[in-house]
């Protein structure tokens, strides 16, 4: 049995997001591609389209640019990437909730839990508009000029440090953002109170917290890169030596929708670590505020019993 209420070093904030995936691994993925699948198809697709139709610079994109419709569609389909991104993301969330009180959650049930919170959802991206994108964009204009100030001023061993100062800054506000969003669909809270909530979480336990999370992310990129980015410059330069142009274009087409399918699914997939390590560290504050171990087990075994 997972125990999900538990107060966690830094070494367990890592090892513990492993451990759920061994222990839950199989029913956890089961249940988030059935319900993102589609999700997941639709914004592979709308990716792929809006990269053709910027990248294509044809005169249609022109006219739209000069006119401002462009932007607007763009902020549209920007907001509407953002809340199916936060749908895919809670099944994390709603899973960890579900765990509770019963061993093997079934599908229908975080889905439930999903349809409950569905508003929610929504209004988050809305209301980070005036908070956390803001705030993220100050922090990294912020640690952007700080690194390139210590550089300047220690040269090669500045920019180690630089880079030592942008990766903390980053995953504070990674963190910040994640927790605040754990704590907005686990409990009844507002937006701001769980944005003030997932701040005082972050700085419980700072450098255990940011440091679990800079791993989370660097384990999450290095899949990224050499399980996406790597083939898709051999195939670049494979296709390159193409002799009919026309079979050039149509192998370009079909094979750029299956890499922006198959990177997107990837990428929302592997993402996945990161959130259960969000958790990790949530479950790890709540059980350091209060005995929820006991009464987590107690409620399982009633769960169970039923």
Not at 256 to 271: C, D, K
Not at 291 to 306: A, V
Request: hydrophobic fraction near 55%; charge should be negative; aromatic fraction near 14%.
């Amino acid at each position: 049995m997972f125990q999900l209420y538990k107060q966690r070093n830094f070494g367990a904030l890592i090892s513990d997001t492993f451990t759920f995936f061994k222990a839950h691994g199989k029913n956890y993925l089961k249940s988030y591609f059935i319900i993102s699948g589609s999700i997941l198809l639709v914004i592979s697709l709308v990716t792929f389209l809006l990269a053709k139709f910027i990248l294509g610079g044809d005169e249609v994109t022109r006219s739209m640019m000069d006119n401002g419709t462009f932007y607007i569609l763009a902020f549209l389909g920007c907001f509407v990437y953002l809340v199916l991104s936060l749908v895919c993301y809670s099944v994390a969330v709603f899973y960890l909730k579900a765990i509770q009180e019963k061993e093997a959650p079934e599908t229908k049930e975080i889905i439930a839990l999903l349809k409950a919170k569905l508003g929610k959802i929504v209004l988050f991206p809305i209301a980070s508009l005036i908070s956390f994108i803001p705030l993220i964009t100050l922090v990294l204009i912020v640690s952007g000029a700080v690194s390139a100030l210590i550089f300047a001023t220690l040269g090669l061993f500045g920019s180690i440090l630089g880079f030592f100062v942008f990766v903390v800054m980053g995953s504070f506000m990674a963190s910040w953002v994640l927790l605040s969003f754990y704590d907005n669909l686990t409990k009844d809270n507002g937006f701001f109170t769980s944005m003030g909530n997932g701040f005082t979480i972050v700085l419980n336990g700072f450098w255990k917290n940011v440091g679990a999370t800079a791993i989370m992310g660097i384990i999450v990129f290095a899949v990224l890169f050499f399980v996406t980015v790597l083939p898709e410059i051999i195939g670049t330069f494979t296709l390159l030596d193409q002799a009919n142009p026309e079979v050039f274009d149509g192998s370009t087409s079909i094979l750029s929708i299956i890499g922006t399918i198959f990177t997107v699914l990837l990428s929302f997939a592997i993402t996945n670590l990161a959130l259960i390590g969000q958790g990790m560290i949530y479950y790890s504050n709540e059980e350091e505020k209060g005995n929820n171990s006991l009464h987590s087990q107690i409620d399982l075994i009633g769960g169970e019993s039923e």
